[in-house]
């Protein structure tokens, strides 16, 4: 099994679309260890709409739409890390993050520790508006801190060449391409978008 992680520099960004394509074009399984907020269509359900590919169950489903140590406090719970470790599963696993690195999964550890804990490869996802080069070269500093292995930077939005370069340049990381917002988003059109914009070579060499 051969996991690779897709961590984002914000919320709401488009890492799930981005996980979705990324499942799609790889035949993988997909995994969201904690899913916070239940109200509308989660993660794994979107993953499973998109791709049809395997989707395991998250390890903490909670209610509140906050960051995962106070959704899991609202309900008188605590996220054990024991429980977040990558599970087995046949041919390549895509894990997607909630939020950005530094979110809190309890009151000692973020979701950063956790991915460098794993030592999966990651793919950063990062918007293209205006305030993503400091997001995004704070993210890979962070990331190189920590000790993780970064694949590369995944843009998502309307392309914005020089941005995405100096956030290369300066973050020294491969640029994986810049995947545009889709409307309509169905499985064939994210897959052509997919197969046209991302650098799945680069990141297929990553997870080998």
């Known amino acids: 099994m051969t996991a690779l ?3 984002g520099t914000d919320t709401d960004i488009g890492k799930t679309v981005f996980s979705a394509g990324l499942t799609l074009a790889l035949g993988a399984s997909y995994w969201k260890p904690v899913q916070s907020g239940l109200a509308d269509e989660t ?13 395991l169950k998250e390890a903490y489903r909670l209610t509140l739409p ?3 140590h ?6 008188g719970v605590e996220i054990d890390c024991k429980h977040l470790q990558l599970p087995s599963v046949d041919g390549p696993l895509i894990v997607e993050g909630a939020g950005g690195l530094m979110v809190p999964l309890n009151r000692k550890t973020l979701y950063l520790d956790l991915f460098a804990a794993w030592g999966a490869p990651i793919v950063l996802c990062a918007r293209t508006e205006l305030g993503t080069i400091n997001h ?9 801190e920590a000790g993780c292995r970064v694949v590369g930077v995944a843009f998502i939005g ?11 340049a300066f973050g020294n990381v491969a640029h994986l391409g810049c995947l545009p917002r889709l409307d309509p988003l169905t ?3 994210l897959g052509a978008a997919f197969k046209a914009h991302i650098d799945l070579e680069t990141i297929q060499k990553a997870m080998a």
Do not use: M, N, Y
């Not at 106070?70 to 309900?75: G, M, Q, V």
């Open 5 to 7: 992680v897709v961590a």
């Open 43 to 55: 993660d794994s359900t979107c993953i499973t709409r998109l791709t049809g590919q395997p989707v």
């Open 66 to 68: 906050a960051s995962p």
């Open 70 to 75: 106070l959704s899991a406090e609202a309900e």
């Open 136 to 144: 995004s070269l704070l993210s890979l500093k962070a990331l190189a």
């Open 158 to 168: 309307t392309s914005e060449p020089q941005v995405e370069e100096t956030i290369c």
């Open 187 to 189: 499985p064939e059109v």
